[in-house]
């Protein structure tokens, strides 16, 4: 067993498990939800804010940073713990999925990828090393492999082609990895063909690495391929390492997570939602613009608990919305990020007492989700 992962407690009815990933920075509970910060912040909340909502790490981004203000002055400032006033774990992307979203401003290479920078046009050439010195640089807890993200309707060729590139860049960035206290993880990709998924999973195990994430899912694909996907790698991934999916974040994305056995989750969801006045609740989505709750006293959700649910009511923060007031989205995202890391103890707790199938039973029950949402209806 690796000595930075500790598997605690796997369910008796399905794969779902607690762990302990032990950095430099502190414990992470596992399964766990990690906010974004992309720019070395989580948009409208403080580092207080996001320890009171129960934030054990965020991700920050490795593309933007290096962009602005630069990997070289954040390690001048002390890296990206001191920088940002974060003393608690950090993970950092590779930048991979940022450079792939730039469809007409990139040209992919064996070397790397070569990019024009969105905020000035300017020229620029990242590779699996330079990745990696960014990562270092930056000093985050976790950092990643660099990788190619292919789309999700990419045809099996080129999925192929992509995946055998990605496996070279991890050897590469495995071989430019000399950060010791920095966890390494590798990324699987293979799109929606569970066999070159396998295949990359495989090349990467024989190259050995800290952790195992998915990479290149909710990128459009239908949800069952997501699910088959999370099933086919799932049974693959060794146990004793922290399992992470990338970029998957609606309620019903994690809890599918959880039940198949993986720890490790970021998306942009609760904190873009929240901006935009979508709040999540044990019952369902609530979109506090609704005249419905322009006199409405009740909180968000009266079951969560969190600082904004014990202090203010839906027609307050309405009235914050609709007046286009900078509180409205720290009080939205303070909630939404609470709501998220509340519904992943809650998951750990159900896992702890061997009751995560009933429990994912009944969030959907909550959640008015119906038997259509699944393949089969005997899965609920």
Same mark, same amino acid.
């Given at each position: 067993?690796? +000595?930075?992962?500790?598997?605690?407690?796997?369910?008796?009815?399905?794969?779902?498990?607690?762990?302990?990933?032990?950095?430099?920075?502190?414990?992470?509970?596992?399964?766990?939800?990690?906010?974004?910060?992309?720019?070395?912040?989580?948009?409208?909340?403080?580092?207080?804010?996001?320890?009171?909502?129960?934030?054990?790490?965020?991700?920050?981004?490795?593309?933007?940073?290096?962009?602005?203000?630069?990997?070289?002055?954040?390690?001048?400032?002390?890296?990206?713990?001191?920088?940002?006033?974060?003393?608690?774990?950090?993970?950092?992307?590779?930048?991979?999925?940022?450079?792939?979203?730039? %469809?007409?401003?990139?040209?992919?290479?064996?070397?790397?990828?070569?990019?024009?920078?969105?905020?000035?046009?300017?020229?620029?050439?990242?590779?699996?090393?330079?990745?990696?010195?960014?990562?270092?640089?930056?000093?985050?807890?976790?950092?990643?492999?660099?990788?190619?993200?292919?789309?999700?309707?990419?045809?099996?060729?080129?999925?192929?082609?992509?995946?055998?590139?990605?496996?070279?860049?991890? %050897?590469?960035?495995?071989?430019?990895?000399?950060?010791?206290?920095?966890?390494?993880?590798?990324?699987?990709?293979?799109?929606?063909?569970?066999?070159?998924?396998?295949?990359?999973?495989?090349?990467?195990?024989?190259?050995?690495?800290?952790?195992?994430?998915?990479?290149?899912?909710?990128?459009?694909?239908?949800?069952?391929?997501?699910?088959?996907?999370?099933?086919?790698?799932?049974?693959?991934?060794?146990?004793?390492?922290?399992?992470?999916?990338?970029?998957?974040?609606?309620?019903?994305?994690?809890?599918?997570?959880?039940?198949?056995?993986?720890?490790?989750?970021?998306?942009?969801?609760?904190?873009?939602?929240?901006?935009?006045?979508?709040?999540?609740?044990?019952?369902?989505?609530?979109?506090?613009?609704?005249?419905?709750?322009?006199? +409405?006293?009740?909180?968000? +959700?009266?079951?969560?608990?969190?600082?904004?649910?014990?202090?203010?009511?839906?027609?307050?923060?309405?009235?914050?919305?609709?007046?286009?007031?900078?509180?409205?989205?720290?009080?939205?995202?303070?909630?939404?990020?609470?709501?998220?890391?509340?519904?992943?103890?809650?998951?750990?707790?159900?896992?702890?007492?061997?009751?995560?199938?009933?429990?994912?039973?009944?969030?959907?029950?909550?959640?008015?989700?119906?038997?259509?949402?699944?393949?089969?209806?005997?899965?609920?």
């Amino acid at each position: 067993m690796p +000595d930075h992962f500790q598997l605690l407690h796997k369910d008796s009815s399905c794969p779902a498990r607690t762990g302990m990933v032990v950095t430099p920075n502190g414990k992470i509970q596992t399964p766990i939800f990690m906010p974004v910060g992309t720019n070395a912040t989580v948009k409208a909340m403080r580092p207080e804010d996001l320890k009171d909502a129960g934030t054990q790490i965020i991700l920050a981004n490795t593309y933007h940073l290096y962009l602005r203000p630069g990997h070289h002055l954040v390690s001048q400032m002390g890296g990206l713990h001191r920088f940002m006033a974060w003393d608690r774990p950090i993970l950092t992307d590779s930048g991979g999925f940022q450079v792939y979203s730039l %469809t007409d401003l990139r040209k992919i290479t064996e070397e790397g990828v070569k990019f024009r920078s969105h905020i000035d046009g300017s020229a620029h050439l990242l590779t699996p090393e330079l990745s990696i010195s960014i990562q270092e640089s930056l000093g985050a807890d976790i950092i990643m492999c660099f990788d190619e993200c292919p789309p999700a309707d990419a045809d099996r060729s080129y999925v192929e082609s992509s995946l055998a590139m990605t496996s070279r860049w991890a %050897t590469r960035c495995k071989a430019a990895h000399t950060r010791k206290d920095q966890l390494l993880f590798g990324i699987v990709q293979g799109g929606r063909f569970n066999d070159l998924r396998l295949r990359s999973l495989h090349e990467l195990q024989k190259t050995g690495f800290d952790g195992y994430a998915l990479g290149g899912l909710s990128v459009g694909e239908e949800k069952q391929v997501m699910h088959d996907v999370m099933e086919a790698c799932g049974e693959q991934l060794p146990p004793e390492y922290p399992r992470y999916i990338m970029g998957i974040g609606t309620p019903e994305d994690l809890v599918e997570a959880v039940w198949r056995g993986y720890d490790m989750f970021d998306c942009v969801m609760p904190s873009r939602n929240a901006r935009n006045g979508m709040l999540f609740t044990s019952t369902g989505r609530v979109n506090i613009k609704c005249k419905q709750y322009e006199a +409405d006293h009740e909180p968000i +959700d009266p079951e969560c608990g969190c600082y904004v649910c014990r202090n203010y009511s839906r027609a307050y923060l309405r009235h914050l919305f609709r007046s286009g007031e900078i509180l409205a989205s720290m009080l939205n995202t303070h909630h939404n990020i609470s709501w998220y890391l509340k519904l992943m103890a809650k998951m750990r707790e159900a896992i702890s007492l061997d009751k995560f199938t009933l429990f994912r039973k009944d969030f959907y029950h909550q959640q008015k989700k119906t038997a259509e949402y699944f393949k089969e209806e005997q899965t609920l």
